[in-house]
């Protein structure tokens, strides 16, 4: 039997957006902007991204209280060349940036074939994947890059200076599924260690060095340590990449300088970069789309090694996951229920409720 703070309920997907976005107005955020946001929260929490979804909430409000994120800034759109634009977020949330500037993408992409968006003075936008299924929903192939706060060392390194920053890409098929991958360079992203804080676990030995650089299974010392990234030198360059693109180009906070999303000191100054690409520029969409579907077949189709039950798409295990949370709603522990529901006190809105 499972302490009553770590019971699991299941909430509904609309109920749960339309209470995060009842919070979101509460701290000042438009009606409209609280739409996307939540939104983009609850993708992640239908796609079992639950580090970055609505649990979210309590540290995001806490950069609005400490008035280091302005919930109610509007991000200002510049048109560089017919291809290329600029978004400033004006320190707005990070997915109301990032949204305007794929949606800006997508249309460059419809007018000319390929749409290239810079992002500066941005905040986190939470899991890439729903930028990839906006680009995906308009049909368009996309590259989703963003840097973040030092968390990962260069390799050879021993403190932290780059971001665990994903890299995300996708691209839309015929009748089998799209192809979406998102992600972070580490061994796993730094988000899954404040859950397993949250929760009360262990995390496995190779994720991060605590802060003497040493292995550790405990995610309160590894929060003082570091992450470590996938695949050694190659997982640090590709966090190196991230911020080339997104913190060096956009004229943002880059080399270790973005404010990590649970410090309230100061505004995060996060730069992201975004690519969408129409995807019949060189063959019919009819013929792109059937090469798409054929290498889903190949893929998950392929000789599978001992073991091995079933072998997945890139970004197919989350589209599952939602297909099932969607029925039967996403869970969420009691103690996680609560601290939402402490931000739901806070601006004296409905709070969300459990059987
Ligand atoms: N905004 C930020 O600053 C920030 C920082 C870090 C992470 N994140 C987000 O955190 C999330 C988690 O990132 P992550 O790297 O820990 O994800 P992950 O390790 O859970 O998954 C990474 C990718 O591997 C695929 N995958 C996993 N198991 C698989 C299997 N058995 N077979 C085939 N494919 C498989 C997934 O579909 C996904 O595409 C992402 O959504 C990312 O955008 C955001």
């Not at 780059?162 to 991958?181: D, K, N, Q, Y």
């Not at 340590?225 to 880059?254: H, N, T």
Request: aromatic residues 6%; proline residues 6%.
């Amino acid at each position: 039997m499972s302490e009553p703070s770590q019971q699991i309920h299941h909430i509904n997907p609309s109920d749960l957006e339309t209470f995060v976005h009842n919070i979101l107005v509460g701290n000042g955020v438009s009606k409209e902007h609280a739409t996307t946001i939540s939104n983009c929260l609850v993708q992640a929490d239908l796609r079992g991204v639950d580090t970055h979804g609505s649990n979210r909430i309590p540290s995001y409000m806490k950069r609005v209280r400490q008035k280091v994120l302005d919930p109610s800034a509007t991000p200002e759109l510049t048109q560089i060349t017919p291809v290329v634009a600029s978004v400033d977020g004006k320190n707005a949330f990070g997915f109301v940036s990032a949204h305007l500037g794929m949606e800006r993408a997508i249309g460059m992409a419809q007018d000319f074939g390929i749409g290239m968006v810079s992002i500066k003075h941005s905040n986190h936008f939470g899991m890439s994947a729903w930028l990839v299924q906006q680009a995906i929903d308009a049909g368009m192939m996309s590259l989703v890059f963003t840097n973040s706060s030092p968390a990962l060392p260069v390799w050879g390194g021993r403190s932290k200076l780059m971001g665990v920053s994903p890299i995300a890409c996708g691209a839309p098929a015929g009748t089998e599924r799209p192809f979406i991958l998102d992600m972070a360079p580490s061994i796993a992203a730094r988000g899954k260690i404040y859950k397993a804080l949250r929760r009360g676990e262990k995390i496995p030995t190779d994720w991060a060095l605590d802060g003497e650089g040493n292995l550790t299974d405990d995610p309160a010392r590894a929060l003082e340590g570091v992450m470590l990234p996938m695949g050694g030198p190659k997982g640090s360059a590709l966090s190196i990449m991230m911020d080339v693109f997104s913190g060096v180009l956009s004229g943002s906070a880059f080399a270790g300088h973005v404010t990590n999303p649970y410090d309230p000191s100061k505004p995060a100054d996060v730069g992201h970069f975004l690519i969408a690409i129409k995807p019949d520029l060189f063959m019919s969409l009819e013929d792109f789309k059937s090469r798409m579907d054929y290498l889903y077949q190949r893929v998950v189709g392929s000789e599978k090694m001992g073991g091995v039950e079933r072998i997945y798409y890139p970004g197919e295990i989350e589209q599952i996951t939602r297909d099932k949370r969607l029925v039967e709603g996403i869970p969420f522990t009691r103690a996680e229920i609560e601290a939402l529901n402490e931000e739901a006190e806070v601006v004296g809105v409905e709070r969300l409720r459990v059987e």
